[in-house]
């Protein structure tokens, strides 16, 4: 009868000691307002809202990265509450239809398959359901901040004077190109690096999908978004990418061509070119928008962080 009890408080205690463990495993960060946050909601923030460059790195390496950057995140994350109980407050929200359409546009951006969908988002920490929600809430924030600060900045034609007239370079760093790649590091067998990509190619002509074979083959961090680069502005690029996109039309893939880092193949998905002082106009008044809403999003934000209850537990 005596071990009986011995063994029952022995399981006892082992139980409230997993309890406990789990506690500080999930512990609470931060308050905001009646809102809680945990350290696994901030780790699947940090998850959700990685670079392609972070998300890259090595398990062991993107965790010290976030453990260094936790404040960082918090912080972010906090704002990111506060915003989203702003939206409750005045209806605004994402349907399901938004979210269907985010993940379409996003499969079809990175040309996935369902499965292959489900497969990446798996391996990044989510199921669906928390990975439409975390849409759902960047969609929300989206339509808030659109409706609080977005709608309420104007940029005239006479600020647009004042910043051309202050810079006469402006046209030549305004244009660029939007480009996907396919990068080979430089190895010691450059003759068997050249025929890889000499393949790799074969196929891309042959009608296989380049963000496809980007995730295959490419050795660069761009990989796992199927080689996009996004826009680049001229005066950023190697002679070599000016040399070849030179001679290229929207759409096109280039052959394999060497620089100093190895072996590329690029597909031109569009050029920024200023053709005109109109063209000019218009991308200066995208930059002065911009510099005007990151000014008043940080007061939007300020404001709502003074009219809330925030506290933070580490």
């Not at 042959?206 to 050795?219: I, P």
């Not at 880092?261 to 597909?267: L, N, P, S, T, V």
Request: charged share 35%; hydrophobic share 40%.
């Amino acid at each position: 009868m005596i071990k009986k009890i011995f063994i029952l408080c022995a399981l006892i205690l082992v139980s409230a000691a997993i309890a406990d463990s789990a506690i500080l495993l999930d512990k609470v960060m931060a308050i905001v307002n009646k809102e809680v946050i945990t350290w696994s909601d901030l780790y699947k923030a940090m998850e959700f809202e990685a670079t392609e460059d972070i998300k890259s790195l090595k398990e062991a390496d993107r965790r010290k990265f976030f453990k260094e950057a936790e404040m960082i995140f918090l912080e972010n994350l906090i704002n990111m509450r506060l915003q989203l109980q702003e939206a409750a407050k005045t209806g605004v929200s994402a349907s399901e239809d938004d979210i269907n359409k985010a993940i379409g546009n996003i499969k079809k951006k990175y040309s996935m398959t369902d499965e292959m969908f489900k497969q990446a988002i798996s391996k990044e920490g989510f199921t669906l359901n928390e990975y439409r929600k975390k849409l759902s809430e960047q969609i929300t924030m989206g339509r808030i901040v659109d409706q609080e600060v977005r709608s309420r900045i104007l940029v005239t034609e006479g600020e647009i004077d004042r910043y051309l007239s202050e810079r006469k370079e402006l046209a030549k760093e305004s244009e660029g190109f939007n480009i996907s790649h396919i990068f080979l590091r430089k190895t010691e067998d450059r003759k068997q690096a050249e025929e890889r990509a000499k393949d790799i190619y074969k196929k891309i002509k042959a009608g296989e999908n380049f963000s496809d074979l980007a995730r295959q083959y490419s050795e660069d961090v761009s990989a796992r978004s199927g080689g996009d680069l996004g826009f680049i502005k001229k005066s950023d690029m190697s002679k070599e990418f000016l040399e070849v996109l030179s001679k290229m039309k929207n759409g096109e893939v280039s052959e394999p061509f060497l620089s100093e880092a190895g072996i590329h193949i690029i597909k031109l998905n569009s050029k920024a070119e200023i053709k005109s002082e109109q063209d000019l106009r218009e991308s200066v008044r995208m930059k002065l928008l911009e510099e005007k809403f990151n000014k008043q999003y940080r007061d939007w934000i300020k404001g709502l962080r003074e009219r809330a209850y925030v506290e933070i537990k580490i």
